[in-house]
């Protein structure tokens, strides 16, 4: 019934700047955790970004400063703005959303694949 469909990916160089957007179907989410997580070939997949119902944010040491993590509740989307984009930042990009009320639940997109050419 829950879905997470991202969307904004794509080739950009290194230094420019993209916006990835998730939108999520079948609930709305003004509880829980929204989050952004990526996985580069060969490498576990990592966390990028998490924004809490308090809009607590939360970022990995290598994206701090220049992504930016939001939420729309009221358009059940979450946005990472992504911005000095490096060739290391190469992956797919998934969102999550995960909470604990009215129980423990955890739902992901399919991805959306970033590319950073040099």
């Known amino acids: 019934q829950v879905r997470l469909v991202e969307s904004g990916g794509g080739l950009v160089q290194a230094g420019g700047s993209l916006r990835l957007s998730c939108a999520v179907s079948?609930?709305?989410?003004?509880?829980?955790?929204m989050g952004w997580y990526r996985q580069a070939p060969g490498k576990q997949r990592e966390l990028v970004a998490t924004?809490?119902?308090?809009?607590?944010?939360d970022y990995a040491d290598s994206v701090k400063g220049r992504f930016t993590i939001s939420r729309d509740n009221a358009k059940n989307t979450v946005t990472l703005q992504m911005s000095s984009l490096k060739p290391e930042d190469t992956a797919v990009y998934f969102c999550?959303?995960?909470?604990?009320?009215?129980?423990?639940?955890?739902?992901w997109g399919q991805g959306t694949q970033v590319t950073v050419s040099s």
């Open positions: 999550n959303w995960r909470g604990r009320l009215p129980r423990p639940f955890e739902y």
């Open positions: 924004i809490s119902s308090a809009l607590t944010t």
């Open positions: 079948g609930s709305t989410f003004s509880g829980g955790a």
